[in-house]
């Protein structure tokens, strides 16, 4: 049995007992806690050889008392888990010194792993970073989201943030590119010093972009647009100024276009050095009601009233795919406090607004209606005039057309509502239990 022992500090009585049993059946030896007081007497009395500690015990924030506990105890390893996933904890959890911070739910194969590499990790005595900033209200936060992927590139930010690497940020337009470069710029040790954006608007003309201020961070916005002589200049930039930090953005993979000549091969290995990726927002729909709502608190900048979202209007929010991201659901929760008569937003008043942009940006060319006629017409009109000149009265169409209808209507009303038959009653406005015998007349899978 290994003699490395785990001090584990846990509120969550369930949680404890599920850890400590996996690191003891790992061959560690546990000493576990609800007390942050116990916690900070064991590791000031010299026990233990790393820790693993929930961000609140009790009403106890763990980041007050780890900066003195890391300075009594430099070569001990903290992993920090949290269930409050924001980008301000995990930074937060960097910039104190922690080994590393997992997010819950977690792997718990990932967090033996993870305790097994802090306790192989070479020791350090290094400085602190700063005291934590004080805990904000995620509509504050530069970047919101609790989901996988959004706890990755919280990941790869935190990583990189007190660093000085070139970091390239690819995504789709409106996925928060701009957003998460001045994270890590505000985040990171060079947040004191200047945030200088170039656009391809400032690189016009044949004079060399001006000289940034030293310590400053470069963000180069939608590199992949820029021409030949545009990613000369900046080139040229990045040679006068060797101590400056570069941040890129692209809404095109630049590696394709090193492929395809048209991205210049040594301008794109100054900037990748490190490669961060930032989800579409239809990759990431667990976001959407919390990112709804912290918009709509953003609102408020714009003199806008305060409103609410209804259950299912958040149901409607999350089901559609959002083609423009964040930015789109932005454009839509503005117009919708500004616009919507009552104080909360209705799912009527979401479908309108979304409904109106696809019409006014031409994916809707024709209505519903338009487009059943049609389909109608391919599918039903061969056996209605097969059948015309029959005698037999026994006919299904109608029938058949209805649950060929109802079927996919309720199914999509449960995938929006997730599983929920009642707010999915009452999204379609029928009686509850007119809802469970249709989905048991047409066998629906409910699952």
Not at 50 to 66: G, H, K, M, P, Q
Not at 75 to 94: D, K, R, Y
Not at 181 to 202: M, N, P, Q, W, Y
């Amino acid at each position: 049995m290994s003699e490395k022992t785990i001090l584990l500090a846990e509120d969550d009585a369930s949680i404890r007992l599920v850890v400590s049993q996996t690191l003891i059946s790992a061959g560690f030896q546990v000493r576990a806690t609800a007390s942050p007081d116990a916690l900070e007497r064991w590791v000031r009395g010299g026990e233990g050889d790393a820790v693993v500690t929930d961000v609140f015990l009790n009403d106890t924030e763990i980041f007050t008392r780890l900066p003195s506990l890391k300075l009594a105890r430099p070569e001990l390893p903290f992993i920090v888990m949290s269930a409050q996933n924001t980008i301000l904890t995990a930074a937060t959890a960097a910039e104190q010194g922690a080994y590393e911070y997992l997010p819950k739910p977690f792997d718990i194969d990932a967090l033996v792993d993870t305790v097994r590499r802090a306790l192989k990790a070479p020791k350090s005595s290094q400085d602190l970073a700063p005291a934590s900033r004080q805990t904000a209200n995620d509509a504050t936060l530069p970047l919101i989201g609790r989901s996988d992927v959004m706890q990755e590139v919280y990941r790869i930010m935190t990583r990189v943030m007190s660093t000085d690497l070139p970091i390239l940020i690819e995504g789709e337009a409106g996925t928060g590119k701009s957003l998460a470069a001045r994270a890590i710029h505000d985040l990171g040790r060079r947040g004191e010093h200047a945030f200088h954006a170039v656009t391809k608007a400032s690189l016009s003309g044949n004079s060399p972009l001006p000289t940034p201020p030293v310590g400053a961070t470069v963000f180069l916005d939608e590199v992949g647009d820029y021409s030949s002589a545009e990613q000369a200049a900046v080139l040229d930039l990045l040679d006068r100024c060797p101590g400056v930090r570069v941040i890129a953005s692209s809404r095109k993979p630049l590696l394709a276009l090193v492929d395809e000549g048209a991205f210049r091969n040594d301008l794109y290995y100054k900037l990748a050095v490190v490669r961060l990726a930032m989800p579409a927002l239809r990759d990431r729909k667990s976001d959407i009601p919390e990112l709804s709502k912290a918009l709509i608190l953003r609102a408020g900048a714009h003199g806008l009233p305060p409103k609410t979202l209804e259950p299912a209007a958040i149901d409607l929010l999350s089901a559609y795919d959002w083609p423009g991201n964040v930015r789109e659901l932005e454009s839509v929760i503005l117009r919708l406090c500004a616009l919507a008569p009552a104080t909360a937003i209705s799912a009527a008043d979401v479908e309108r607004d979304v409904r109106a942009d696809s019409v006014a940006s031409g994916e809707v060319h024709e209505g519903l209606e338009a487009d059943i006629d049609a389909l109608l017409r391919r599918s039903v009109m061969g056996t209605l005039m097969n059948t015309k000149d029959s005698e037999d009265e026994s006919g299904r169409v109608y029938q058949d057309v209805i649950e060929q209808v109802e079927r996919p209507l309720i199914s999509l009303a449960l995938q929006v509502t997730s599983g929920n038959k009642v707010r999915a009653a009452s999204l379609l406005g029928v009686n509850r239990n007119t809802l469970r015998a249709k989905i048991n007349g047409l066998g629906i899978d409910t699952d």
